[in-house]
Structure formats: C-alpha cells, structure tokens
C-alpha cells in the first residue's frame, strides 16, 4: 500500500481527493498548508506527494522548492493539482522540479490514472537500481580499468572519495553499496543503528562532510565516470546514479561543481 502526502488547503477539496484516494487502498496523510505538508514529508517519507498551488503562508512552489532542497524528500515524486491554466504556471512548476501538474477540477479517474503512472515509475525505477543498474555500473568500471588512458578514473580512485580510516566505515560502505537507489540519511542511520541527527553530526564532526554532502558526492563522483566515458544522456546518467529527477541532479551537479552536466562532458 502506498503512502501519499495530500497538501490542500480547501478543506472540502481535500476531504474529497482524500476519501477517493482511501477507496483506491491507498494510505493518505493529509496537511492542511504547506508549512504542515513540509513538515509532515520529512516525518513520514510518503511514496508520492498531492500538492495545491495556492496556499496562505507558503504556496505550492514554495513548498515544492523546499522539498527538492532537502535530501530526504527531493527524490518523492510530487503531483501539483491547482486552478491555475496557464503556460506559465506549468513551465514553472516543471522547471521548479514537479512530477506532473493537473488542473482542477479534474475526474477522479484522472486523478488515479496519475497517482498510478508515477508510483508505477518510482517503482521501476526502484527495480532497475536494484536488479540492473549495479550490474551497469560494473560493466562501466571494468571498461575503465581496461582503459589504456590515464585520464579515465578507476574503481579504486573513485571509491578513494572516502576516508580510508574512520570509525564511519560502516556508513561509507553503505553508501558505496546503495547510492545508486534513492537512500536517504534515513536510511543509513537504520542500517547502522543511529538516530539520523546523531549521525550526521557524528560524521560531519568526523569528516567535515554530513551523510547526505557524502552521498551527494558519491553519486557526482560516478556521474562524471559516465559522462566521460559514455554517451548516455544526462537523463539516463541522473537515474543511474540514483536520481528519479533529472532536474535535480542537473541543479545538484551545477551546485557542487560549477558547472552543467552537458559543459562538464564537453571540457573532458
């Protein structure tokens, strides 16, 4: 059963997507504001997320933009349901990271013919990086290693990233083993058995660097391996290594490199 974030502040229109999406068996977690829906994705990691645009407080843009900011909640797949039409208003929600952008009012059957199209994709996605992706990826360091070029990273420089000492080793080798799926600070603390904020500052105190900064590297450091010695695009390279949203790896790589994907590749 699936778990969604519905975020609307009308609260006949929210009690209606709700009741619908129960009928559905799905599991619906309700906020009546954007402040409470950000604060309710971060507590509950839900599987997708419902979003109105026009809110008081923080409207849906603002709670979309966080949510992508944030490394526990920037991969969830986040639906906009809003009365507003025009071209503009889509092409900013799309550029701002939004999974789809349905206009009310809508048909119920339209409604879950959406939610079922992207938790469908979330859920090849999660299949691929499980049963196929790693397989990828050993394909492409082998080919590296073979590589008569010096330029071209091998396994062990790119592994090298993290401390080769540290009481963290647990946590690196965790990272190294799952970041090309969508893993989370979350899910490392559990699979180490640490409290999320105990951990990060551990590792930040330790490192210089927080869990999800570490990720966050690992997952650039191979985007690099690919688009050096690829020709996939950006799109496959971002979930490949561990993005359901290109967008945002095309953000994150710009932000902790300096530059876009598509101009690093071209300078290599």
Same mark, same amino acid.
């Not at 349901?81 to 119920?108: H, N, S």
């Not at 191979?222 to 050096?228: D, M, V, Y």
């Given at each position: ?14 009690? !209606? ?50 949510l ?9 797949? !986040? ?59 050993n ?18 420089e ?29 899910d ?37 391996t690919? !688009? ?41």
């Amino acid at each position: 059963m699936a778990d969604i974030l519905l975020i609307e502040d009308d609260s006949l229109n929210r009690d !209606l997507f709700q009741e619908f999406l129960e009928s559905q068996g799905y599991k619906i977690i309700s906020a009546e504001n954007g402040i409470s829906g950000i604060k309710q994705a971060r507590q509950h990691l839900p599987d997708l997320i419902l979003c109105d645009i026009i809110m008081p407080e923080l409207d849906g843009y603002g709670v979309l933009n966080q949510l992508r900011q944030d490394p526990t909640t920037s991969l969830i797949p !986040l639906i906009f349901l809003t009365a507003k039409t025009a071209k503009v208003e889509y092409r900013q929600a799309m550029e701002l990271g939004a999974d789809d952008y349905l206009t009310k009012p809508l048909m119920p059957e339209e409604l879950l013919a959406a939610v079922s199209a992207r938790l469908q994709r979330k859920a090849i996605l999660e299949r691929c990086y499980l049963a196929r992706c790693q397989d990828v990826l050993n394909e492409v360091h082998k080919n590296s290693i073979d590589s008569a070029s010096n330029s071209i990273p091998t396994q062990q420089e790119i592994t090298s990233i993290f401390p080769t000492v540290s009481p963290f080793n647990e946590v690196f080798n965790f990272i190294e083993a799952n970041y090309h799926r969508e893993i989370s600070l979350s899910d490392v603390a559990q699979a180490v058995g640490y409290s999320p904020a105990y951990l990060t500052n551990q590792v930040k105190q330790e490192t210089g660097h927080t869990v999800n900064r570490w990720i966050i590297e690992r997952r650039l450091v191979e985007a690099c391996t690919l !688009l050096r010695n690829t020709t996939w695009s950006v799109e496959q390279i971002a979930t490949t290594v561990g993005y359901s949203n290109a967008s945002y790896f095309f953000r994150q790589f710009r932000q902790y490199r300096g530059i876009t994907p598509k101009a690093w590749r071209e300078e290599k």
